[in-house]
């Protein structure tokens, strides 16, 4: 994959930068509400410390919703509980690392002068939402099976 400097990229400079920076505060902000979370020990409910409503799913349906337990795996994750994170919701745990993966590369490409958007029109990311869909479905089989279990 060639390197294309923001000067040479098909979108202008700032709007570039732009959505690097963004990017990287809004990573850089989820980090800080997670840490000062505490993942909740049922493995999931850990967004109702986050002032969101508890999950309806399970009183209603007697299982997991599909993205039951994402935010306290990336609450797990944060806390540098890489095991558990994805022995508690897979997807959770892949999904936050690809996005802190993410901020990242944005931070390094604003710092090398480099074109994110440019960059990000090479990646195959018609692949990357296919293997999400197919994770997200395994890992809602797999928090239903654990939940069962309990």
Same mark, same amino acid.
């Given at each position: &994959?060639?390197?294309?400097?923001?000067?040479?990229?098909?979108?202008?400079?700032?709007?570039? @930068?732009?959505?690097?920076?963004?990017?990287?505060?809004?990573?850089?902000?989820?980090?800080?509400?997670?840490? @000062?979370?505490?993942?909740?020990?049922?493995?999931?409910?850990?967004?109702?410390?986050?002032?969101?409503?508890?999950?309806?799913?399970?009183?209603?349906?007697?299982?997991?919703?599909?993205?039951?337990?994402?935010?306290?795996?990336?609450?797990?994750?944060?806390?540098? @509980?890489?095991?558990?994170? +994805?022995?508690?919701?897979?997807?959770?745990?892949?999904?936050?690392?690809?996005?802190?993966?993410?901020?990242?590369?944005?931070?390094?490409? +604003?710092?090398?002068? @480099?074109?994110?958007?440019?960059?990000?029109? &090479?990646?195959?990311?018609?692949?990357?939402?296919?293997?999400?869909?197919?994770?997200?479905?395994?890992?809602?089989?797999?928090?239903?099976?654990?939940?069962?279990?309990?």
């Amino acid at each position: &994959m060639s390197r294309i400097p923001i000067e040479d990229a098909p979108v202008h400079p700032w709007i570039d @930068r732009a959505v690097g920076i963004v990017v990287v505060l809004t990573a850089a902000g989820l980090v800080l509400l997670l840490a @000062r979370a505490t993942p909740d020990p049922s493995g999931f409910n850990t967004h109702v410390q986050l002032g969101m409503q508890p999950c309806g799913w399970p009183a209603a349906h007697g299982i997991p919703c599909p993205t039951c337990g994402v935010t306290t795996s990336a609450c797990l994750l944060v806390h540098g @509980r890489i095991l558990d994170a +994805l022995l508690n919701q897979p997807f959770g745990a892949v999904a936050t690392a690809a996005g802190l993966g993410l901020a990242a590369w944005c931070a390094f490409c +604003l710092a090398r002068g @480099r074109s994110i958007l440019a960059e990000l029109a &090479m990646w195959p990311l018609w692949r990357g939402g296919f293997i999400a869909i197919l994770l997200l479905l395994a890992s809602w089989l797999y928090k239903y099976l654990v939940f069962r279990a309990r």
